[in-house]
């Protein structure tokens, strides 16, 4: 069965092809290569056995999409990740994530649409939510207004595949992510973000490594434990295996709604110091940081409500907080070896 992964050669696209290859489908990556290298189908094909097929392909040129589905029209579902996702950059440069994000999944869709049987998986973020009044969050928190642009797109998209799916033979479900970090246990995939991390993992593996000279945590007054703000960090591979389960709900029919949703954590909550402190336990360091003014976009905290992907979907994140940066520090040494 052959499954079209978009930015397939990203950091969560790679670990769900890793995961689609090990449970036995047949993936075609799709990926412009703007934030990422061809040496991740090394790491692959390293840990599967498998060389994934590969196209390089930019989906903002609706007729090279077009095209793609004439030529694949075999494609029995899609998992969609290519997309921006910075929320500081799409705030300085809101034209290119509304490009980037809107016009690629609108392109996907009207070639899904002339499908007699459709199924996506789309990869949206608890950014949807902005700064929830209640946590932990559930999915049916309701929809604040978007904190930049990035969490904008998200929201429209979301609100495109809905109202796609009411009139066309799409059924989709939207996995809500929360803060996806960490590598594969083999060190052959994991997080390489071109230039600046804009993620607070790899700027602290960076900066253990000496990359970087300190870290900056943005504010220390917010109403939290310790003053930093809270998040949902997520072990890559828990994030991916979520993916294969959804994937496998839509081609099994086991959906009882045409677009579905669920929040994608551990459940618990992680300040920005807690993380430092997991990160120096498990790599044996003081880490150099320096307390910085907020950053614009940020929210004070926001965590899953995992119940309904536990209890639906039969998926649980299985992986610790400091298990995760255990994989990521991993992943930083043999990158920099």
Same mark, same amino acid.
């Given at each position: ?13 790679? $670990? ?27 790491? !692959? ?33 899609? !998992? ?29 869709? @009207? ?72 590598? $594969? ?8 973000? !071109? ?39 997520? $072990? ?6 979520? $993916? ?88 930083? @040494?043999?990158?920099?070896?």
């Amino acid at each position: 069965m052959k499954i079209l992964v978009t930015g397939g050669l990203g950091f969560i696209g790679s $670990h769900t092809v890793v995961e689609l290859q090990n449970e036995g489908f047949d993936v075609i990556i799709v990926d412009n290569l703007s934030n990422t290298s061809l040496d991740v189908l090394d790491g !692959i094909s390293n840990i599967t056995g498998k060389i994934p097929a590969f196209e390089k392909l930019d989906l903002r040129e609706k007729d090279k999409v077009q095209e793609f589905f004439k030529r694949h029209s075999d494609v029995a579902g899609v !998992i969609h990740f290519a997309a921006s996702k910075a929320v500081g950059e799409s705030v300085e440069n809101p034209l290119l994530y509304y490009e980037n994000n809107i016009n690629t999944l609108v392109y996907i869709l @009207q070639e899904l649409q002339k499908k007699t049987d459709a199924s996506l998986i789309f990869s949206s973020s608890c950014t949807v939510y902005g700064q929830a009044e209640i946590m932990p969050i559930t999915e049916d928190a309701s929809i604040q207004e978007a904190m930049s642009p990035y969490g904008n797109t998200k929201q429209i998209g979301e609100e495109i595949i809905t109202d796609v799916a009411k009139v066309t033979n799409v059924n989709a479900i939207l996995l809500r992510y929360f803060n996806p970090i960490g590598s $594969h246990p083999s060190a052959e995939i994991g997080e390489l973000p !071109i230039g600046v991390p804009q993620n607070l993992v790899p700027f602290i593996t960076q900066t253990g490594f000496g990359l970087r000279k300190e870290l900056s945590v943005y504010g220390d007054d917010y109403p939290t434990v310790d003053g930093t703000a809270v998040r949902d960090y997520i $072990h890559v591979v828990d994030l991916a295996k979520a $993916h294969v389960v959804a994937l496998q709900r839509l081609l099994n029919k086991k959906n009882v709604a045409k677009v579905e949703t669920f929040n994608l954590g551990t459940g618990t909550g992680s300040t920005v110091l807690e993380v430092i402190k997991a990160f120096e336990k498990v790599s044996g360091q003081k880490l150099p940081y320096k307390i910085v003014g907020r950053r614009e976009g940020d929210i004070t905290s926001a965590y899953a409500n995992t119940d309904k992907a536990n209890n639906i979907l039969g998926w649980k994140a299985q992986s610790s907080l400091e298990e995760s940066m255990a994989s990521a520090w991993k992943w930083e @040494q043999k990158v920099r070896s």
